[in-house]
């Protein structure tokens, strides 16, 4: 079984600290994601990342930074955190495509409700 | 940009109740789309999902959802729901791009409560 794990289920900070989510995959899979949900406006792709210490911009990254020291690991940085950041993250991960594969499911980790006050 | 959009915000059946839950993308080119499921306090996972082929695919628990290319769509569907269906629904779509690297499109979610 795939299994995406998420660093915190719940995490309170205060406006402008500093924020670290992180995520692990442990099915070797080269794509990893971070979404944000919020209820009403569904799943935003805030950051994605195809190897290790590649990023790509998602729809939503200002205020957001990321980094990929290792293929498993994939971490989401709030650089200050602010009172609209406040939202369930959630991370993901897929094989990248093949060659008779345009694109592959995405596995979602459990999520992690941050607060920010 | 691609974008999705699922009609229904919250849609409430009574058990053994038929569902379809509508789902319309806009991109003209090659895609892959998929309906994933939400269960109170669980993961996001996925119920099934269009490649290509058979525009007509099965998921899990029952769903099935029909691809339909000149309307746009990916409805989702079941003929006779259970309370247990009570869940956020997603549609997503992916653009077949063939390099699968990028990230999912979503919709905004459909509240399906299912009353016994």
């Known amino acids: 079984d795939v299994k995406v794990t998420q660093s915190s289920r719940y995490l309170v900070k205060r406006t402008g600290e500093k924020v670290f989510l992180e995520c692990v995959q442990d099915?070797?899979?080269?794509?990893m994601f971070w979404y944000r949900q919020d209820p009403g406006l569904g799943l935003r792709l805030i950051y994605f990342?195809?190897?290790?210490?590649?990023?790509e911009k998602g729809d939503i990254p200002e205020g957001y930074s990321v980094s990929r020291e290792k293929k498993e690991r994939f971490s989401l940085i709030l650089e200050s955190a602010s009172t609209n950041q406040t939202s369930m993250y959630l991370c993901?991960?897929?094989?990248?495509?093949?060659?008779?594969?345009?694109?592959?499911?995405?596995?979602f980790g459990p999520g992690t409700r941050l607060t920010v006050l | 940009a691609q974008s999705v959009s699922q009609h229904n915000h919250h849609v409430i059946l009574s058990e053994a109740a038929s569902l379809e839950l509508g789902c319309n993308y806009s991109y003209g080119g090659t895609v892959n789309l998929f309906w994933y499921v939400q269960y109170p306090g669980q993961h996001l996972q996925l119920l099934l999902k269009y490649f290509s082929g058979d525009p007509l695919v099965k998921g899990i628990k029952g769903f099935e959802a029909e691809f339909i290319k000149s309307k746009f769509s990916f409805n989702l569907r079941k003929p006779s729901v259970q309370w247990s269906d009570t869940a956020e629904y997603f549609c997503a779509v992916n653009a077949g791009s063939g390099g699968g690297a990028d990230g999912l499109t979503f919709g905004k979610g459909t509240h399906l409560i299912i009353q016994p």
């Open positions: 993901a991960s897929s094989f990248l495509a093949g060659t008779y594969t345009s694109y592959n499911e995405q596995f």
């Open positions: 990342s195809y190897d290790v210490k590649m990023k």
């Open positions: 099915m070797d899979h080269e794509n």
